[in-house]
C-alpha cells in the first residue's frame, strides 16, 4: 500500500463513509473519509499522531466521451473493467489529505525548546535599544 510507505507502522484507524446515488443523470459516489496515523515529525524526528479527514465527490463513467459532458462541479472516476477497488480510492484521498510536512504544533522537544530560546535571546540582544531597556529596568527597580 502506498500509504503505509509515508507511515511509521501499518497500524491506525481509518473510517470511510460512502454514499452511492445520482447526480445530474450521472452515478454518483460521495465520500467522507478520516483516518488516525502515526507519522514522523520532520522537525525532531519522533513518532506522532495525527488524524486527517477529507470529502470527495465523483461522477463514476464508463467512457471518455461521458467526461465530456460532466458538469465542472464533479470530478470523474472513469470505471475500467468490472471491478473497481474501493480500498485503493479511499487510499487515494487519504493520501492526498496528508499535509505536506508534518510536524508538532508546539516545540517538539527540550533540544527545540532550547534553540527557540536562543533565537529569542539573540534577537532582544541584537536590538539597538536592548542596553538602554536594561538600564531603565535596572534603575526602576531601585528606584521601588
Not at 471518455?64 to 472516476?77: D, F, K, N, T
Request: glycine share 4%; net charge negative; aromatic share 4%.
Amino acid at each position: 500500500m502506498r500509504l503505509s510507505e509515508a507511515l511509521l507502522n501499518d497500524e491506525g484507524v481509518v473510517s470511510a463513509k460512502l454514499e452511492f446515488g445520482q447526480c445530474v443523470g450521472f452515478a454518483c459516489l460521495r465520500a467522507k473519509v478520516s483516518a488516525k496515523l502515526l507519522v514522523e515529525c520532520q522537525r525532531c524526528l519522533e513518532p506522532m499522531h495525527i488524524e486527517v479527514t477529507g470529502k470527495f465527490k465523483f461522477a463514476l463513467v464508463h467512457s471518455e466521451e461521458e467526461l465530456e459532458l460532466l458538469p465542472e462541479e464533479l470530478e470523474p472516476l472513469l470505471l475500467e473493467g468490472e471491478e473497481q477497488s474501493i480500498i485503493d480510492l479511499i487510499e487515494d484521498e487519504l493520501l492526498l489529505c496528508l499535509p505536506m510536512v508534518t510536524a508538532h504544533k508546539g516545540e517538539c522537544s527540550d533540544f527545540m525548546a532550547e534553540q527557540q530560546k536562543k533565537i529569542k535571546a539573540d534577537k532582544e540582544a541584537s536590538h539597538p535599544f536592548a542596553a538602554l531597556k536594561a538600564l531603565k529596568d535596572d534603575l526602576s527597580n531601585k528606584v521601588n
